[in-house]
């Protein structure tokens, strides 16, 4: 029987779950209930997070005083990026499902990183993959992996096609190594993600193998440069990568051409759709991802527009055999499922695994299909929205069209010169973050300093992208009329 007592000194007590239990839910439920309205950013950030410091404590103070001070100064060291006004990068909440679900993964603490660990764990994945394949109108045959996201998404699939490239040279590169391949070539437009060039570098490909073929200083893709790469390869296997919904103002690669020189040149297609991918949900929007059934592999994120916890990604593969040949290891201790039982960490980076199907799966039941297309269609109107709003003001520029639900704009009041107006923008970037109000940041498009607010929470209103508009004029006003 396990000893018990509330103190801190000797290790972990049972007696300390309930207290802590009810603490967490009570500072949770006051948390979400003033999350509406509270600022993004507290204005004593910098003083909340200086209270941790100092060295290892000898004797711990226990659970429950351990997690009344972080709660107690905590909050005010966080950014609330779950809330309705962060429109910085592309971050979505959290729906109380998910949270539900989050939580208890937290308490039965699985890994489906080998079925027999967690057949519950294993069996929730599976299921989140076939749904997200439906969401998403991809082929029900396609494989999957749930990872960290984006990043590792990409890092999975582009491990795929970087394998598929070997076999096709006479090569199993995770057998014999990078020294045996002939380089792999990467061809995308100017509107690849710096997740995608990472996971590139990580794979061993080089960065430098990456050929952006853009037709604009936008990054727009140049398909006649493409197919003069590809014919120029002498039939080497190549990886082009398409981007669905680039980061500046959520614009598109034309992904069915692309996947015609991929077919016609034998090269591997792979979509980063992480966020964008999202549109095909949309009758809207879908056209904007016209071909992407097509590709080899594709990815995207839960943390984005599906709405649940960070770390959560997908990554699709339209042959499931790769998964297993890319990162199937065996060992006498790894007991391997049986059929129609998975075992996630042979098909991905990670062995030891946090069990994200059941945040995904309790998500997708809880509002189905047509409670996502609902949310994306309601925040496509709200980013058309600001954009009306730009352009009706006679200080806001809107610098790109609005293709989903990223708006590209800057201040432009009249009379400035290029030059003050990027550094206005900046200026009005860094006290738009210390305000706290809203969250939003810089970016440069086409040379121009830029905002760029990505809607994607399912908390925000109109009365939230209305705030982000109103904060950004007035702060731009009163930075120029006190110089």
Same mark, same amino acid.
């Given at each position: 029987?396990v000893?018990? %007592?509330s103190?801190?000194?000797?290790?972990?007590?049972?007696?300390e779950?309930?207290?802590?239990?009810?603490?967490?839910a009570?500072?949770?439920?006051?948390?979400?209930?003033? /999350?509406?309205e509270?600022? !993004?950013?507290?204005?004593?950030l910098?003083?909340?997070l200086?209270?941790?410091?100092?060295?290892?404590? #000898? #004797?711990?103070?226990?659970?429950?005083?351990?997690?009344?001070?972080?709660?107690?100064?905590?909050?005010?060291?966080a950014?609330?990026?779950?809330?309705?006004?962060?429109?910085?990068?592309?971050?979505?909440?959290?729906?109380?499902?998910?949270?539900?679900?989050?939580?208890?993964?937290?308490?039965?603490?699985q890994?489906?990183?080998?079925?027999?660990?967690s057949?519950?764990?294993?069996?929730? #994945? !599976?299921?989140?993959?076939?749904?997200?394949?439906?969401?998403?109108?991809?082929?029900? #045959?396609?494989?999957?992996?749930?990872?960290?996201?984006?990043?590792?998404?990409?890092?999975?699939?582009?491990a795929?096609?970087?394998?598929?490239c070997g076999?096709?040279?006479?090569?199993?590169?995770?057998q014999?190594?990078?020294?045996?391949?002939?380089?792999?070539?990467?061809?995308?437009?100017?509107?690849?993600?710096?997740?995608?060039?990472?996971?590139?570098g990580? /794979?061993?490909?080089?960065?430098? %193998?990456?050929?952006k073929?853009a037709?604009?200083?936008?990054?727009? !893709?140049?398909? @006649?440069?493409?197919?003069?790469?590809?014919?120029?390869?002498?039939?080497?296997p190549?990886?082009v990568i398409?981007?669905?919904?680039?980061v500046?103002?959520?614009?598109?690669?034309?992904?069915?051409?692309?996947?015609?020189?991929?077919q016609?040149?034998?090269?591997?297609?792979?979509?980063?759709?992480?966020?964008?991918?999202?549109a095909?949900?949309?009758?809207?929007?879908?056209?904007?991802?016209?071909?992407?059934?097509?590709?080899?592999?594709?990815t995207?994120?839960?943390?984005?527009?599906?709405?649940?916890?960070?770390?959560?990604?997908?990554?699709f593969?339209?042959?499931?055999?790769l998964?297993? @040949?890319s990162?199937?290891?065996? $060992?006498?201790?790894?007991t391997?499922?049986? @059929?129609n039982?998975?075992?996630?960490?042979?098909?991905?980076?990670e062995?030891?695994?946090?069990?994200?199907?059941? $945040?995904?799966?309790?998500t997708?039941?809880?509002?189905?299909?047509?409670g996502?297309?609902?949310?994306?269609?309601?925040?496509?109107?709200?980013a058309?929205?600001?954009a009306?709003?730009?352009?009706?003001?006679?200080?806001?520029?809107?610098l790109?069209?609005?293709?989903?639900?990223?708006?590209?704009f800057?201040?432009?009041?009249?009379?400035?010169?290029?030059?003050?107006?990027d550094?206005?923008?900046?200026?009005?970037?860094?006290?738009?973050?210390?305000?706290?109000? !809203?969250?939003?940041?810089?970016?440069?498009?086409?040379g121009?300093?830029?905002?760029?607010p990505?809607?994607?929470?399912?908390?925000?209103? @109109?009365?939230?992208?209305d705030?982000?508009?109103?904060?950004?004029?007035?702060?731009?006003?009163r930075?120029?009329?006190?110089?």
């Amino acid at each position: 029987m396990v000893e018990t %007592s509330s103190g801190g000194g000797s290790g972990p007590h049972a007696s300390e779950i309930d207290d802590v239990l009810s603490a967490v839910a009570k500072e949770a439920r006051a948390y979400l209930e003033s /999350l509406d309205e509270r600022p !993004v950013r507290s204005s004593d950030l910098e003083t909340a997070l200086e209270s941790f410091a100092g060295r290892l404590p #000898e #004797e711990g103070s226990g659970a429950v005083d351990t997690l009344e001070k972080l709660t107690s100064r905590g909050m005010d060291a966080a950014i609330h990026s779950s809330g309705p006004r962060f429109f910085h990068f592309v971050i979505g909440g959290v729906t109380p499902a998910a949270l539900g679900a989050e939580w208890l993964g937290s308490v039965i603490d699985q890994n489906p990183g080998l079925w027999i660990a967690s057949p519950l764990g294993g069996r929730l #994945e !599976v299921l989140s993959i076939a749904w997200l394949l439906d969401l998403f109108e991809l082929p029900p #045959e396609w494989g999957g992996v749930l990872t960290t996201g984006a990043t590792m998404a990409n890092y999975v699939s582009l491990a795929c096609a970087r394998h598929w490239c070997g076999q096709r040279q006479g090569i199993d590169v995770e057998q014999q190594g990078l020294r045996a391949l002939r380089p792999i070539k990467v061809l995308s437009s100017g509107y690849i993600h710096a997740s995608a060039t990472k996971a590139v570098g990580m /794979l061993g490909l080089g960065r430098a %193998s990456i050929l952006k073929v853009a037709r604009d200083d936008a990054g727009r !893709v140049d398909l @006649e440069g493409v197919e003069r790469h590809l014919a120029s390869f002498d039939g080497d296997p190549a990886i082009v990568i398409a981007n669905a919904g680039e980061v500046n103002a959520g614009d598109f690669d034309p992904i069915n051409e692309m996947a015609d020189l991929a077919q016609s040149y034998g090269a591997w297609l792979h979509v980063d759709g992480a966020f964008g991918l999202f549109a095909r949900i949309s009758p809207d929007t879908i056209d904007l991802c016209k071909g992407v059934e097509r590709a080899h592999s594709v990815t995207a994120d839960g943390h984005k527009w599906l709405n649940v916890a960070y770390d959560s990604g997908f990554a699709f593969v339209s042959d499931p055999a790769l998964l297993r @040949e890319s990162f199937g290891v065996s $060992a006498a201790y790894l007991t391997p499922g049986g @059929e129609n039982q998975p075992d996630f960490g042979f098909m991905g980076p990670e062995m030891s695994r946090k069990a994200r199907g059941l $945040a995904v799966w309790a998500t997708l039941n809880a509002y189905g299909r047509s409670g996502y297309r609902t949310m994306v269609e309601r925040h496509l109107a709200l980013a058309r929205r600001v954009a009306r709003r730009v352009e009706e003001a006679d200080d806001l520029e809107l610098l790109a069209d609005v293709k989903l639900n990223i708006i590209c704009f800057r201040l432009h009041p009249p009379g400035l010169s290029e030059e003050q107006l990027d550094v206005l923008n900046a200026r009005v970037g860094d006290a738009v973050l210390a305000d706290g109000r !809203v969250f939003v940041g810089t970016t440069s498009y086409r040379g121009k300093v830029a905002f760029r607010p990505a809607i994607v929470n399912w908390r925000t209103t @109109e009365a939230d992208v209305d705030l982000l508009v109103d904060t950004l004029r007035a702060l731009g006003e009163r930075l120029r009329t006190s110089g």
